[in-house]
Structures are given as structure tokens and as C-alpha cells.
């Protein structure tokens, strides 16, 4: 199971503003950046010393918009044909970068253990590496859960929502920390196993 199967319900959702954006001009590549770079700048902030904890409230909201900005994305180069390498290169890229600034802030927090938010950016990004690796095999690229990119959104915007609001003791944050490191691995094994399962079929 996935937040990534409801991705289809989603982009319905979304497809009046992608042929907004293209009759404007506006490409797919443009919208990859643009979500990057909001990325870097908004978890170059989180990371500031003394910072109110109520400035992670913004994390959950960008989060949400950034999942609307990668399907936007996809949907300008699929269905508008955008798709080129220079794109390919910057969507696979541009996700773990903006993936290790969003979560790096959470390794500063206070009675955090930083090993396990590094941990969990080191598998996060492993994850998406075995993902791509399917297409060197002769399979799709693999999406399998249970933590994929949008579960991962979904557990760290809940962290920085709880975390301000004190609802949440530090031994429950860093055993969510846990677990998702344990889903993480989870998931790198599936997306191994299933995309070797799907190129033995194209054999």
C-alpha cells in the first residue's frame, strides 16, 4: 500500500490548471525547478537557529503543493510531449534534493536523534535509486511502497503539524523516525524484487 496509488485521482484533479499552465507557456522542466528550489530555500529556513517551532506549520502546506507540483510536472511532459532526457535527469535529481533539505531541518530539533532523520535521507534516496534501477534491468520504473516519496511527505508534514502544536513527546517522534526507517527498507527490497520479477517476464 501507497499514498501513490491515489495519484490518478490527483491528477484528474489537477488537469484544468496543467493545460492552464501550457497554454501560458509554462514547461514541465520549469515546474521541476521551481518546486526545487522553494525546497531548498523553505528547509534552508527551517534550519536557522532559535527559530520558532510554529514556522514548521508551512512544511505540511509545501508539502502538499510540492506533490501537486511533481504531477503537474509529469503531466506537462506526458500529455503536452515535454518529455526529454535533460527532464528525466531533473526530475529523479531534483526529488532527492528537495527531499534531504525538507528533512534535514528535523535533525536540528531539539531531543531528536539526528542519526535517525540522517538515516532516513540515506534510504529515502537509496529507495529512489532502486526505483530508477528498474529501467537498467528492462522493467518500469518502480514506485512500490510502503514508503515512497508521497508517504514520506505525508509522515513528515504530520511531524512538523504535531511538533509545534506539543503533541507529540520526543520518545514518539523518534519511534515514528524508527519505523519509517524500517518501512524504508522495506520498500528498497520491494522495488528490487518486483523490478526483477518484471524484467524475468520481458525475458
Given at each position: 500500500?501507497?499514498?501513490?496509488?491515489?495519484?490518478?485521482?490527483?491528477?484528474?484533479l489537477?488537469?484544468?490548471?496543467?493545460?492552464?499552465l501550457?497554454?501560458?507557456?509554462?514547461?514541465?522542466?520549469?515546474?521541476?525547478?521551481?518546486?526545487?528550489?522553494?525546497?531548498?530555500l523553505?528547509?534552508?529556513?527551517?534550519?536557522?537557529?532559535?527559530?520558532?517551532?510554529?514556522?514548521?506549520?508551512?512544511?505540511?502546506?509545501?508539502?502538499?503543493?510540492?506533490?501537486?507540483?511533481?504531477?503537474?510536472?509529469?503531466?506537462?511532459?506526458?500529455?503536452?510531449?515535454?518529455?526529454?532526457?535533460?527532464?528525466?535527469?531533473l526530475?529523479?535529481?531534483?526529488?532527492?534534493?528537495?527531499?534531504?533539505?525538507?528533512f534535514?531541518?528535523?535533525?536540528?530539533?531539539?531531543?531528536?536523534?539526528?542519526?535517525?532523520?540522517?538515516?532516513?535521507?540515506?534510504?529515502?534516496?537509496?529507495?529512489?535509486?532502486?526505483?530508477?534501477?528498474?529501467?537498467?534491468?528492462?522493467?518500469?520504473?518502480?514506485?512500490?511502497?510502503?514508503?515512497?516519496?508521497?508517504?514520506?511527505?505525508?509522515?513528515f508534514?504530520?511531524?512538523?503539524?504535531?511538533?509545534?502544536?506539543?503533541?507529540?513527546?520526543?520518545?514518539?517522534?523518534?519511534?515514528?523516525?524508527?519505523?519509517t526507517?524500517l518501512?524504508?527498507?522495506?520498500?528498497?527490497?520491494?522495488?528490487?524484487?518486483?523490478?526483477?520479477?518484471?524484467?524475468?517476464?520481458?525475458?
Amino acid at each position: 500500500m501507497s499514498i501513490y496509488k491515489l495519484k490518478s485521482r490527483f491528477q484528474d484533479l489537477l488537469r484544468p490548471s496543467v493545460s492552464w499552465l501550457y497554454q501560458r507557456g509554462v514547461t514541465a522542466n520549469q515546474v521541476t525547478l521551481l518546486a526545487m528550489v522553494i525546497s531548498l530555500l523553505l528547509g534552508g529556513f527551517l534550519c536557522l537557529p532559535s527559530l520558532n517551532a510554529n514556522w514548521f506549520f508551512l512544511l505540511p502546506i509545501w508539502m502538499f503543493l510540492r506533490m501537486a507540483f511533481n504531477a503537474i510536472d509529469g503531466m506537462l511532459a506526458r500529455e503536452f510531449k515535454q518529455q526529454s532526457s535533460l527532464g528525466a535527469y531533473l526530475n529523479e535529481l531534483s526529488d532527492v534534493i528537495a527531499d534531504t533539505a525538507l528533512f534535514l531541518p528535523f535533525a536540528l530539533l531539539v531531543g531528536i536523534e539526528p542519526a535517525l532523520v540522517l538515516g532516513i535521507i540515506f534510504l529515502a534516496s537509496l529507495s529512489e535509486f532502486a526505483g530508477v534501477l528498474g529501467l537498467m534491468v528492462g522493467a518500469s520504473r518502480r514506485y512500490d511502497g510502503p514508503m515512497g516519496k508521497s508517504d514520506r511527505a505525508f509522515v513528515f508534514g504530520l511531524l512538523a503539524t504535531l511538533w509545534p502544536l506539543n503533541w507529540l513527546s520526543t520518545f514518539w517522534f523518534n519511534t515514528i523516525l524508527v519505523i519509517t526507517l524500517l518501512l524504508l527498507l522495506i520498500t528498497i527490497v520491494n522495488r528490487v524484487r518486483r523490478g526483477l520479477a518484471e524484467s524475468a517476464t520481458h525475458v
